[in-house]
């Protein structure tokens, strides 16, 4: 997940592999696949993928939603805020709104994207 810039997809294959690829990559990859028809192997960065074993190309904003579901945390409806497994939401806090509204302009002025 450090290579993640706004115009970066990860390709998931079911075995859980990412390949991160800029955007362009991506869609010239699965556009030509949507196009095919079988399964066949394709080459990415050296490497050959079964394209019957891609599950798809996600946006960093899913994959990072996804990470944090796996790690038990939900997101609220409130404020769109990760909270913890057994972590209370408590986001009509307007301090604690305003802290996070921080954040989340700090993080998309920095990766060009809101964090879920
Ligand atoms: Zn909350």
Known sequence: MNELSKNSLAIVMRNGVEIWLEEERVNTIMT?????AGSKFIKINGEFINTADIIGAFM???MEAN???KNGQWQCRIAGTWHDRKEKC???DPL???EQEKYRRTFYAEKGFYPL
Do not use: S
Not at 32 to 36: E, F, N, R
């Open 67 to 69: 990470i944090r579901r």
């Open 90 to 92: 408590d986001c009509r």
């Open 60 to 62: 960093p904003a899913t």
């Open 32 to 36: 030509a696949l949507a196009m095919g």
């Open 96 to 98: 604690k709104i305003t």
